[in-house]
């Protein structure tokens, strides 16, 4: 229903196995139905913008026969790992002091909205596992600021940025890759493994840059399908080169933004998708009164 109905409500375009494979990826792990429901909230609303997003959550949880910590705002509850029940979000209040700004060195403070916390909840499994995924949000909704925050948090991780341009090819992201990992010979072939950390981010800013040639195929995302299909890759002697630990994460405007394109859905539907919008204005004043 969502891809007949609802298709203009999607933030990227996928197939239906695109939609059951991202919500099949919060499945893990579900021992009880508010567990169960509060999965499916997240795996279906991924990839829909924020008002079919609460309107899906509400259907859901009451086919579930589960109640939302608050009936006006579905999407901020989460479920209690001490209580096992619903509870809503809570800003964490902590001012930021001059201190850790001027450690920051430029780069902003992230305040742990109900929405920040909502989207990480979101990301938080796909980044665990090292699954691929696509983050989508309009220009300035803090894409970039949510994905660096989380992994500063993991341990050991390296992070090779592509900003992609209407000219990005392959032969861009196989350079990153070889900056950021060794080539080491395997008994299953050539393999590409973390050079100075026990995991590669591979971040591709700006993924729907890149301009479709006559047959509406962008290179750089016919060669990011093989990646995150095949684990690797072939070189330009036809020979597969294996990746390890290697994570394919991507950001992106949505389609409908000038000098962006559509991406092919034989892609999408490989990859877990998130839209997240701009903080609302209760939130922006939690913002800027830390």
Same mark, same amino acid.
């Given at each position: 229903?969502? &891809?007949?109905?609802?298709?203009? #409500?999607?933030?990227?375009?996928?197939?239906?196995?695109?939609?059951?494979?991202?919500?099949? +990826?919060?499945?893990?792990? @579900? =021992?009880?139905?508010?567990?169960?429901?509060?999965?499916?909230? =997240?795996?279906?609303?991924?990839? %829909?913008?924020?008002? $079919?997003?609460?309107?899906?959550?509400?259907?859901?949880?009451?086919?579930?026969?589960?109640?939302?910590?608050?009936?006006?705002?579905?999407?901020?509850?989460?479920?209690?790992?001490?209580?096992? $029940?619903?509870?809503?979000?809570? %800003?964490?209040? =902590?001012?930021?002091?001059?201190?850790? &700004?001027?450690?920051?060195?430029?780069?902003?403070?992230?305040?742990?909205?109900?929405?920040?916390?909502?989207? *990480?909840?979101?990301? /938080?499994?796909?980044?665990?596992?090292?699954?691929?995924?696509?983050? @989508?949000?309009?220009?300035?909704?803090?894409?970039?600021?949510?994905?660096?925050?989380?992994?500063?948090? +993991? =341990?050991?991780?390296?992070?090779?940025? @592509?900003?992609?341009? /209407?000219?990005?090819?392959?032969?861009?992201?196989?350079?990153?890759?070889?900056?950021?990992?060794?080539?080491?010979?395997?008994?299953?072939?050539?393999?590409?493994?973390? !050079?100075?950390?026990?995991?590669?981010?591979?971040?591709? !800013?700006?993924?729907? &840059?890149?301009?479709?040639? !006559?047959?509406?195929? /962008? *290179?750089?995302?016919?060669?990011?399908?093989?990646?995150?299909?095949?684990?690797?890759?072939?070189? !330009?002697?036809?020979?597969?080169?294996?990746?390890?630990?290697?994570?394919?994460?991507?950001?992106?405007?949505?389609?409908?933004? @000038?000098?962006?394109?559509?991406?092919?859905?034989?892609?999408?539907?490989?990859?877990?998708?998130?839209?997240?919008?701009?903080?609302?204005?209760? #939130?922006?004043?939690?913002?800027? +009164?830390?």
């Amino acid at each position: 229903d969502l &891809l007949t109905h609802g298709a203009e #409500h999607l933030a990227i375009e996928t197939t239906k196995a695109g939609v059951v494979h991202g919500a099949l +990826s919060h499945m893990a792990g @579900v =021992r009880s139905k508010a567990a169960f429901a509060c999965a499916a909230v =997240r795996g279906f609303g991924s990839n %829909l913008l924020p008002e $079919k997003r609460a309107a899906l959550a509400k259907d859901l949880y009451s086919w579930m026969g589960e109640a939302p910590a608050d009936h006006r705002r579905p999407l901020d509850g989460h479920l209690s790992e001490q209580t096992g $029940k619903q509870e809503l979000y809570q %800003l964490d209040e =902590r001012p930021i002091s001059f201190d850790e &700004l001027t450690a920051m060195d430029g780069g902003a403070p992230m305040v742990r909205t109900a929405a920040v916390q909502r989207d *990480e909840h979101m990301l /938080a499994p796909w980044m665990a596992r090292m699954e691929p995924l696509i983050l @989508v949000g309009p220009e300035g909704a803090g894409k970039n600021l949510l994905l660096s925050s989380m992994l500063a948090s +993991s =341990r050991s991780t390296q992070v090779a940025v @592509v900003h992609c341009s /209407a000219q990005t090819l392959s032969t861009h992201v196989i350079h990153k890759l070889s900056q950021a990992c060794q080539m080491q010979q395997t008994q299953s072939g050539r393999v590409y493994r973390p !050079k100075d950390a026990s995991r590669v981010v591979l971040y591709l !800013k700006d993924i729907n &840059l890149p301009k479709p040639d !006559k047959y509406e195929t /962008a *290179e750089l995302v016919a060669f990011l399908q093989q990646l995150v299909t095949y684990q690797g890759f072939y070189d !330009k002697n036809l020979d597969f080169v294996g990746l390890q630990n290697v994570h394919v994460v991507a950001s992106m405007n949505p389609s409908t933004t @000038v000098g962006r394109y559509p991406l092919s859905t034989r892609f999408t539907a490989n990859v877990r998708l998130a839209y997240v919008g701009y903080p609302e204005k209760e #939130h922006l004043y939690s913002i800027y +009164s830390s």
